[in-house]
């Protein structure tokens, strides 16, 4: 498992953080407080307090391709 904090300041960087999550087969979830959703679900993650970095937890070792991709999101 490998945990990391991402921004998601608009609504298009929450739509493709999801669309990546979701290209994906391993869970990832996103806390913010003690508040935990699944981060393929674009509704749980508007419920997540967007004006902090929020924690992200992939719940694999094969993490690589997908940290590649969301680069630009992590703080």
């Given at each position: 498992?490998?945990?990391?904090?991402?921004m998601l300041?608009?609504?298009?960087?929450?739509?493709?953080?999801?669309?990546?999550?979701?290209?994906?087969?391993f869970d990832v979830d996103?806390?913010?407080?003690?508040?935990v959703v699944d981060?393929k679900s674009?509704?749980?993650i508007?419920s997540l307090?967007?004006s902090?970095?929020i924690k992200?937890?992939?719940?694999?070792?094969?993490?690589d391709?997908?940290?590649?991709?969301?680069?630009?999101?992590?703080?």
């Amino acid at each position: 498992m490998k945990s990391f904090n991402v921004m998601l300041k608009s609504i298009n960087d929450v739509k493709d953080f999801v669309n990546i999550v979701n290209k994906y087969d391993f869970d990832v979830d996103l806390s913010s407080g003690r508040y935990v959703v699944d981060a393929k679900s674009i509704m749980g993650i508007f419920s997540l307090d967007l004006s902090k970095p929020i924690k992200v937890e992939v719940h694999s070792d094969n993490y690589d391709k997908f940290l590649e991709e969301i680069k630009n999101l992590v703080v």
